[in-house]
C-alpha cells in the first residue's frame, strides 16, 4: 500500500518553542491531508483538513492561530504548534488520500505519527 | 454519521480466530462501515469496509447482518501481532469525502 512519513516522529521542546512536524505521502499525490491528535488512552480526534495550495479547514475548537497548517505541494503538509505548552503533548498523526484511485474506495493512509512533549 | 458501539476490550488466544462486534442500530442505507486498527504508539491502519454484502481480504473478514444493524470483525487466526485498538466506523460519505472519524475502539489482546 501507499506509504505516508512524518517527521520527526518525536520531539521535545520548551514551553513557548514553536515546533513543526512534517507529513509527506512518499510514492502518491494527496490534494487533501487530515491531522489528527491523540492523547494517552483516548482516541484520534480530527483537527484539521489540509488542502493543497489553500486553507486548512479547522475542526470546532481548534485554534487555527496556534495550529498552523500549510499544505505547499502534493505530497507535503506540514503543522506547526506554535508557542506550545505542556497540555499540547500529544501524538499527532497525519493521513492522506491517494487521489490517483488506485483503491476504488479512495482508501486513507495514515502516518506513524509524531509524539510531542512539551516540557 | 451513525454512532458505533463497541466492546471496550476483548482477549483471544492465538491461533484462534478474533471475533470483534460492533452495533450501528441507526446505520442508514447510504452508509458504509469500515474497520480500522491502531498498535500501541503506531498510525492507524486501515483493515477492510463494506455496505452491505460480507467482505473479505487478506487481513480479515467483515461479516454485516442483514439488517445492517450490526457487524462482526473476523480475525480468522490471531497472533500476537494483532494486539492493537480496533475502531469501527460508519460514514454515509465515501470516496473523496469520506474522513474517519474514531470512537473508542475495542482493545483487542492476544495471549499466547
Known amino acids: 500500500g501507499a506509504v505516508v512519513s512524518q517527521h520527526p516522529s518525536w520531539v521535545i521542546c520548551k514551553s513557548g518553542t514553536s515546533v513543526k512536524i512534517e507529513c509527506r505521502s512518499l510514492d502518491f499525490q494527496a490534494t487533501t491531508m487530515f491531522w489528527y491528535r491523540q492523547f494517552p488512552k483516548q482516541s484520534l480526534m480530527l483537527m484539521a483538513t489540509s488542502n493543497e495550495g489553500s486553507k486548512a479547514t479547522y475542526e470546532q475548537g481548534v485554534e487555527k492561530d496556534k495550529f498552523l497548517i500549510n499544505h505547499a505541494s502534493l505530497t507535503l503538509s506540514t503543522l506547526t504548534v506554535t508557542s506550545a505548552h505542556p497540555e499540547d503533548s500529544s501524538f499527532y498523526i497525519c493521513s492522506a488520500r491517494d487521489q490517483g484511485g488506485r483503491a476504488a474506495y479512495n482508501e486513507q493512509f495514515f502516518g506513524p505519527g509524531t509524539r510531542l512533549t512539551v516540557l | 454519521d451513525a454512532k458505533t458501539t463497541q466492546p471496550t476490550s476483548m482477549d483471544c488466544a492465538e491461533g484462534r480466530a478474533a471475533n470483534l462486534p460492533c452495533n450501528h442500530s441507526?446505520?442508514?442505507?447510504?452508509?458504509?462501515v469500515y474497520w480500522y486498527r491502531q498498535i500501541h504508539s503506531q498510525g492507524p491502519q486501515y483493515i477492510i469496509h463494506?455496505?452491505?454484502n460480507n467482505e473479505t481480504n487478506e487481513m480479515a473478514s467483515l461479516i454485516i447482518t442483514e439488517d445492517r444493524k450490526s457487524s462482526t470483525l473476523i480475525l480468522p487466526h490471531a497472533t500476537l501481532r494483532d494486539t492493537a485498538v480496533y475502531y469501527c466506523i460508519v460514514s454515509s460519505a465515501s470516496g473523496g469525502s469520506y474522513i474517519p472519524t474514531f470512537g473508542r475502539g475495542t482493545s483487542l489482546i492476544v495471549h499466547p
Open positions: 463494506g455496505l452491505k
Open positions: 441507526t446505520i442508514s442505507g447510504n452508509e458504509y
